[in-house]
Nanobody, 123 residues
Framework: QVQLVESGGGLVQAGGSLRLSCAAS????????MGWFRQAPGKEREFVAAVTRSGGGTALADSVKGRFTISRDNAKNTVYLQMNSLKPEDTAVYYC??????WGRGAENYRYWGQGTQVTVSS
């Protein structure tokens, strides 16, 4: 079992920045690929970013490329999502997730999920 707790969400003006953190516990963190997903009201959950177990590989959704960065610190059991140049359309609940198998964009690959943190971007 892996427990995931997100933090760092909040209200920010368009053009601003936030850094989300996801702290993991329960199993060896470096055994899991990690991902960030988001869900806006009335919309389906969508992929945002993913990182491999070592942190050497990353993937980003086209909508956030050039603005968001995913990273991880295996010594701290934490994955981060740095979000810059935020837009109102980035408003959503952001979830981190862990996968012991494949990594990447598919939510079906991720077995463990956090409770989510709200990000609201005002125009």
């Amino acid at each position: 079992q892996v427990q995931l707790v997100e933090s760092g969400g909040g209200l920010v003006q368009a053009g601003g920045s936030l850094r989300l953190s996801c702290a993991a516990s329960g199993r060896t963190f470096s055994n899991y690929a990690m991902g960030w997903f988001r869900q806006a009201p009335g919309k389906e959950r969508e992929f945002v970013a993913a990182v491999t177990r070592s942190g050497g590989g990353t993937a980003l959704a086209d909508s956030v490329k050039g603005r968001f960065t995913i990273s991880r610190d295996n010594a701290k059991n934490t994955v981060y999502l740095q979000m810059n140049s935020l837009k109102p359309e980035d408003t959503a609940v952001y979830y981190c997730a862990a996968s012991a198998t494949a990594w990447g964009r598919g939510a079906e690959n991720y077995r463990y999920w956090g409770q989510g943190t709200q990000v609201t971007v005002s125009s």
